[in-house]
């Protein structure tokens, strides 16, 4: 099975940027869609942005603007800039993953266990 690892995360003030990556390892032929969500406790958890196999990309209306993901099929790695960041976009982030471990197997949806990002003056 495939594993994924966040990194990135930290305490910064408001306005500031972090930069947040995830990488994939292990079984992997093959990655359709990766993800960003967040979430907050006692709060459901929040879908961020999205970017297909293509290159397509979707955020939330609360990240428009601000957030940008990309992803660098080669390194099996998405990433995400987070600009302008504020105390509301304090939350643990977890990447996932639509991977396909070998050429004849399904896709898989592979989590992250998550990064603690604190936005705080």
């Known amino acids: 099975q495939a594993q994924l690892l966040e990194s990135g995360g930290g305490l910064v003030q408001p306005g500031e940027s972090l930069r947040l990556s995830c990488v994939a390892s292990g079984s992997i032929f093959d990655i359709n869609a990766m993800r960003w969500y967040r979430r907050v406790p006692g709060k459901q958890r929040e879908l961020v942005a999205t970017i297909s196999k293509d290159g397509f990309t979707n955020y939330a209306d609360s990240v428009k603007g601000r957030f940008t993901i990309s992803r660098d099929n080669r390194k099996n790695t998405v990433y995400l800039q987070m600009d302008s960041l504020k105390p509301e976009d304090t939350a643990v982030y977890s990447c996932?993953?639509?991977?396909?471990?070998?050429?004849?197997?399904?896709?898989?949806?592979?989590w992250g266990q998550g990064t603690q990002v604190t936005v705080s003056s």
């Open positions: 996932n993953m639509e991977i396909q471990p070998t050429r004849f197997s399904a896709e898989d949806s592979r």
